[in-house]
């Protein structure tokens, strides 16, 4: 699975709904209405890359109210429960 975090510019007065038009595209699994630089901040879940283009280029782009975005793809996922799970194999 690749993942991506979109951040997104949006029309001030728009973003309730530019953010559920997001949320309602194939592979977008969530999106974060947020304080600081960006509006909003989407979670794009895809299986190959070239999905990636149909989904933020060919959708997510020219949602309305959608100025700008910026997009990271993540490598590895941490977290708590992963290491917690780590440490604790062969204890039992």
């Known amino acids: 699975m690749i993942t991506a975090i979109v951040m997104i510019h949006a029309t001030a007065d728009r973003i ?11 592979g977008v699994t969530e999106v974060y209405s947020c304080a600081g630089d960006v509006d909003l901040i989407a979670m794009v879940r895809v299986r190959e890359h070239e999905d990636l283009a149909d989904v933020i280029a060919g959708g997510l782009s020219r949602v309305p109210g959608v100025r700008d975005t910026s997009t990271h ?11 917690d799970a780590a440490f604790a194999v062969g204890l039992d």
């Open 16 to 26: 309730p709904e530019t953010a559920q038009a997001i949320a309602e595209l194939d």
């Open 73 to 83: 793809i993540a490598f590895r996922s941490y977290s708590a429960q992963d290491t």
